[in-house]
């Protein structure tokens, strides 16, 4: 489960975001990057789609953890990527904080 996902693509060509899964924290990574490729499948495709671009990586690649959780003891991502030509990268680093 997941809870809402809105991205946006800034005028820097930065697309950024969150995302909250519902997992337990003791979840494996490749549980944790399957539920983040799930939730963000559909939004960063929307996105490639109305820019004409593609993916340069796994949606799951785009998600920072936050520390500690949000509503819900939901695990919270911060979503982060940079146009570069015709393609979407994940950007890496903090976003306002």
């Not at 799930?38 to 495709?45: E, F, S």
Request: proline residues 7%.
């Amino acid at each position: 489960m997941t809870g809402p996902i809105e991205l946006s693509v800034g005028d820097d060509g930065m697309v950024t975001g969150e995302v909250a899964i519902a997992l337990p924290p003791w979840s494996k990574a490749a549980a944790r990057n399957k539920a983040l490729d799930a939730a963000l499948a559909g939004p960063l495709h929307a996105i490639c789609t109305r820019m004409r671009l593609v993916l340069a990586a796994s949606p799951s690649s785009y998600a920072v953890p936050r520390s500690g959780k949000g509503a819900e003891g939901m695990l919270m991502y911060d979503v982060r990527g940079m146009i570069e030509g015709d393609r979407i990268v994940p950007a890496r680093g903090t976003v306002g904080h």
